[in-house]
Structure formats: structure tokens, C-alpha cells
């Protein structure tokens, strides 16, 4: 299983493929970990990576992610990868499950991922008796996360 880190790589190596109408930031890439997790736990019936994932005030945040891309603040980041697809520490099922979430959710804003996930029973239930900027650890469990997109997807 590849860890947050490995899927957030792929994911900026998606991003770095394209024409993006919005630079990947780490806010950006937060959400669309969430949103990997998310529909891997609905409809893969697995977690795509271990990592826990917080309810913090911006939105759901994998926090070790988080600290490794800190220095670039809201600024868009690069990352260097020279090699080929296959060299991330994923197999072809994951690199095509990220793949596909990626372009369902590459067309959103890093505000409007934030926007979307503030709608969201995981992270509204998880941050319950916090203040709209309060500091939150709480985790977004994957029960959660599982039972809120299954639905999501039987209304699509």
C-alpha cells in the first residue's frame, strides 16, 4: 500500500502533466488526497494509503503531507520527477484509480475543494464543537469517509 506521500507525488506528477487552470497547492493537494481516500474506501473497499487524515479549519489535511510541502505555504510547488510513471511506489490499479479521481476533480479550485469539503458530513461531523478557525486534530475517520461517499455514489 503506498503511503499519502507516494499518492501526493503521483498526484503532482498528474498535475505537472497537464494545462491546470489551478496551480497545485499543498491546500489543493490536501483536498484531492481526501477525495482519493474517500472513493477508495467506497469503492475499492480499501484505504488507497494508511495515513490518517484531520479535520482542520481549511478542509481536510493529511498533517505529514502537510509539513513536508509547508515551506511553500499557498504558492504552487514542483515536484522533480524524471522517471516514468511506473516508478512510483504504487501498482498500475492504484496509479489508475488516482488517475481517475484525478480527472473527476482536476477541473476544482484549491478554494473551491475547500468549499466542497466544508459541505461534507466527514469533516462537518469530525470538527462538531469547533469553532470555524479553531485549531482540530480530530481524525476523519475511514468509516466515515467510506459511508459518505458510498452514498455519494448511489446518488450519481
Known sequence: MPSAADVAKFLAYLAQSGEEADPLTNLRLQKLLYYVQGWSLANRGIPMFPDQ??????????????????????EQFVYEHEGEPTDFNMTDD?????????????????????????REEPWINARKGFGPADRCSVEITQEAMATFFTKLGQTE
Open 53 to 74: 487524515i484531520e479535520a482542520w479549519a481549511h478542509g481536510p489535511v493529511v498533517p505529514d503531507v502537510y509539513r513536508q510541502l509547508s515551506q511553500f505555504k499557498s
Open 94 to 118: 492504484e496509479r489508475t484509480f488516482v488517475s481517475e479521481v484525478w480527472e473527476g476533480y482536476k477541473p476544482y479550485s484549491a478554494l473551491k475543494l475547500r468549499e466542497m469539503t466544508h
